[in-house]
């Protein structure tokens, strides 16, 4: 299946950590793209990364992907209690493919 | 742009009853989705539109379920009779592609509950 699995289901921190989730998935992509979802709320795009790029940044957020493994991750530097939510990896198999949403990681920032 | 917008924000109805679920999407997008949003399933992609056409209707649960898009800027979730197992969050998301180069913008959601 396309459909990408993160890694681990659920994550609890203290503020100011880092904070590492892993997306895996099986076929082969076009790109690979992060989305938060706060408590209530609909999923906000992060960041995309393309099948030819290895690591993008955006702010404290740095996604890498491999596509030899198949996998990616998203890290999430010096977190603070406004990132607690829960975060989506989802891929595209082909550039006019519809977009396909794993289970999501549940991120838990502790004061 | 006030971004995607869906309503109502929450609905409460009876099993059999007729639910209609709304959207507008983000001006200038041609790419319109519905997903469901369950604890067991997760995100599921029920349709998608082009140019207000519908292009993928197989994540469309059953015959109960339908949706349209009469224009750019509007579109409808139906379900005709509503079950309880159709309680979840439906969002609507618009883009400028499928997947190939924008990420999606999504709505707040209307959480269904149908008892």
């Known amino acids: 299946s396309q459909q990408g699995e993160e890694d681990p289901q659920a994550l609890s921190i203290q503020e100011g950590e880092n904070a590492t989730m892993n997306c895996s998935y099986k076929t082969s992509i076009n790109n690979l793209q992060w989305y938060r979802q706060n408590s209530g709320r609909g999923l906000v795009h992060l960041i995309l990364?393309?099948?030819?790029?290895r690591e993008k940044h955006s702010g404290r957020l740095r996604v890498t992907l491999d596509t030899s493994k198949k996998s990616s991750s998203l890290l999430i530097t010096a977190s603070r209690a406004a990132d607690t939510a829960s975060y989506f990896c989802?891929?595209?198999?082909?550039?006019?493919?519809?977009?396909?949403f794993g289970k999501g990681t549940r991120l838990h920032i502790l004061p | 742009d006030a971004g995607v917008i869906q309503s109502p924000r929450h609905e409460v109805t009876e099993m059999g009853q007729e639910v209609t679920l709304r959207c507008k999407p983000i001006?200038?997008?041609?790419?319109l989705f519905w997903y469901r949003q369950t604890m067991m399933r997760g995100l599921e992609l029920l349709i998608y539109?082009?140019?207000?056409?519908?292009?993928?209707d197989s994540g469309m649960p059953e015959d109960r379920f339908s949706a349209k898009m009469p224009n750019a800027s509007f579109s409808t979730l139906k379900i005709q009779p509503s079950e309880p197992r159709d309680s979840a969050v439906y969002f609507c998301a618009s883009s400028s592609s499928t997947g190939g180069n924008y990420g999606y913008t999504f709505g707040s959601g209307t959480r269904l509950t149908v008892v």
């Open positions: 989802a891929t595209a198999g082909s550039r006019d493919d519809k977009i396909i």
């Open positions: 990364i393309r099948s030819n790029e």
């Open positions: 001006s200038g997008h041609d790419y």
């Open positions: 539109f082009n140019n207000n056409v519908p292009i993928d």
